[in-house]
């Protein structure tokens, strides 16, 4: 379960976007769903993850955001050369933050 309480505390002022933002960088890679973003059948490279907030609205009981994502994406096994490789990738996911408790729904979109 992923909780959001600082961006749902700032929620409607200037300091939501950072807060959303650095919420976000601190959890865990695995909890984003990034993988489902892969181009190529590869893997997750979350070291030079980057965000994006593209908007934000107050849906009544919830907040809902949709954010974009550049993060790179490692590609072995091609039996190249310079195997493996390295390619950037970019997505976008909706989070819902829910205002009662915080906690945030993910998806890619």
């Excluded at 992923?2 to 695995?30: H, N, R, Y």
């Amino acid at each position: 379960m992923v909780i959001l309480q600082q961006a749902l505390q700032d929620w409607a002022t200037a300091d939501f976007e950072a807060s959303l933002k650095t919420e976000l960088m601190a959890l865990d890679p695995g909890l984003l769903p990034l993988q489902k973003g892969v181009n190529q059948g590869g893997y997750v490279d979350a070291s030079n993850l980057e965000l994006s907030l593209l908007s934000a609205n107050d849906n009544g009981g919830e907040i809902a955001a949709k954010v974009g994502l550049f993060f790179s994406e490692i590609i072995a096994g091609c039996s190249c050369g310079d195997d493996p490789v390295t390619e950037a990738v970019y997505c976008e996911m909706n989070i819902t933050i829910e205002k009662l408790t915080a906690v945030a729904h993910i998806e890619l979109t």
